[in-house]
């Protein structure tokens, strides 16, 4: 009989990692963990939760602003970045502590070091051999940088939470979540910001008409948006600031700026863990491959999270994680049911999305009923802000049911999670029109829609 150290080895503290861990604890495994930085993992080290806290550091600007046309004498207001991080900092600390004591509550041996695979059934971490019976790779996702001339001088997510200044100028060369997002907490900030993405408009993938209007908001507030045009080279200049030649469908002038902040995406973490050589298969990014329940297609070794090159959100990773300690160590396989996945940016305003997008509606029903609506908030009309919120459902025309809905506004996510529930159980459009409205607020407007525009697939 062969005799293993743990039933379940995971290499990766964050959230998928350590979900799956703490389960399969609970469900009597003998578990180890081990983690190459710190407990947490990008989502609290160096994604959403910090970048989250600056995006509500970030709102305070126009919070200020919008005071004085409801009665408040504001004095200027005076901002430190240094004392922001301290805090964030001290938040983090607290959380990847919370990370590290939960998993030793649950009896998970923790580990610090990084993780080779050897064979199947073997891990090297820190020059100790450890033999499990499976193996759970989460390591992850790390941010792409381009080959380009003068790379080494640009930035990533993974150092902007750590600069010792908040630079004057900055350019953000992307057009995903992750540039949008840091696009509007560093020019609430204070910073000039420019927005630099070869694409037609940001956020591909996203509706269209949510991602124009958000370009169009995110311009109102003072943001340079650059389309069609993408970075040839980075050049530091003596006085430290960074010269940038920029090339795209018209000839533009090099960007003088502080910082340039590289939000180009990011790909699967599995640099030096033997898994090339043990055979297992990864696809052109280099993400693990594996099938509904997290199995790669070496029998022990399964994966989850962002290192599989999928749906790169948090929650998804938490329920993958939960599904596979299921599968191997409850009483019945798991999958994680992710045919409905909402999603937010938390931009300058926030999106909040879940369902089919209009293409992708038109795509797979034929024909579907578009209901919209942009609006100026309540609070607006008396702050003085010309910032407008959009408001869309996606019908399918035969059966009525509602395929997507999406908002670009201020509590845009905290809306849109309420409506996944009802998408996710089939609502229909008659079951949204029959529910009262809540008033005054703007959620009420997606139980008030009623002017639709019918589109047809093209033949």
């Known amino acids: 009989m062969t005799s293993y150290d743990y039933q379940l080895f995971v290499i990766g503290g964050g959230s998928g990692g350590v979900r799956a861990a703490r389960i399969a604890a609970g469900l009597g495994a003998r578990v180890a963990i081990t983690e190459g930085f710190r407990y947490g993992g990008t989502c609290v080290i160096r994604g959403c939760v910090p ?6 550091a970030a709102h305070f600007a126009e919070d200020f602003a919008d005071a004085k046309g409801f009665g ?24 990847s502590g919370i990370y590290k004591d939960n998993l030793m509550g649950a009896k998970v041996t923790v580990l610090h070091g990084n993780a080779r695979l050897v064979d199947p059934h073997t891990v090297v971490v820190n020059g100790q051999h450890i033999r499990a019976e499976h193996i759970l790779i989460a390591t992850g996702g790390t941010p792409y940088l381009p ?21 004057k100028r900055v350019l953000i060369v992307g057009g995903g979540y992750i540039a949008v997002e840091f696009a509007g907490i560093l020019n609430g900030l204070g910073a000039q910001v420019t927005l630099c993405y070869r694409g037609q408009h940001i956020l591909r993938g996203f509706d269209d008409e949510v991602a124009l209007h958000l370009q169009a908001e995110m311009v109102k507030k003072g943001i340079t948006v650059l389309l069609n045009q993408d970075v040839a080279q980075i ?108 999603s937010a940016v938390f931009s300058h305003p926030p999106v909040g999305v879940v ?35 959009l408001v869309k459902l996606i019908v399918d025309s035969a059966s009525q049911r509602v395929l997507g809905a999406h908002m670009v506004g201020a509590d845009a996510p905290e809306i849109i999670q309420g409506l996944a529930i009802a998408i996710r159980m089939g609502a229909s459009k008659a079951d949204f029109d029959a529910t009262v409205a809540l008033h005054p607020s703007a959620a009420e407007e997606f139980v008030t829609l009623r002017h639709k525009v019918v589109k047809k697939r093209a033949a």
Not at 147 to 167: M, R
């Open 51 to 56: 970048k989250k806290l600056l995006v509500y």
């Open 72 to 95: 408040w004498s504001v004095p200027p207001a005076e901002f430190s970045w240094a004392k922001l991080i301290e805090a964030k900092d001290q938040e983090i600390a607290r959380l």
């Open 147 to 167: 080959a380009i001339p003068g790379i080494e001088h640009a930035l990533t997510s993974n150092e902007v939470f750590d600069l010792p200044h908040l630079p």
């Open 235 to 342: 050049e530091k200049l003596p006085d430290g600031s960074l010269s940038v030649a920029l090339a795209g469908t018209q000839q533009a002038a090099p960007l003088v700026v502080d910082a340039v902040l590289y939000a180009t995406g990011r790909v699967p973490n599995t640099q030096g863990l033997g898994l090339a050589e043990l055979g297992v298969a990864l696809d052109n990014k280099g993400g693990v491959k594996v099938d509904a329940f997290g199995r790669t297609n070496v029998a022990s070794v399964h994966a989850v999270g962002d290192v599989t090159n999928r749906i790169a959100l948090t929650p998804v990773a938490i329920r993958e994680g939960a599904a596979l300690a299921n599968t191997l160590f409850g009483p019945t396989p798991v999958n994680a049911d992710l045919t409905i996945v909402p």
């Open 355 to 389: 369902g089919l997008t209009e293409a992708q509606a038109l795509a797979q029903f034929g024909e579907i009923d578009v209901y919209s609506s942009t609006f100026r908030s309540m609070r607006h009309t008396l702050s003085g802000s010309n910032e407008r919120t």
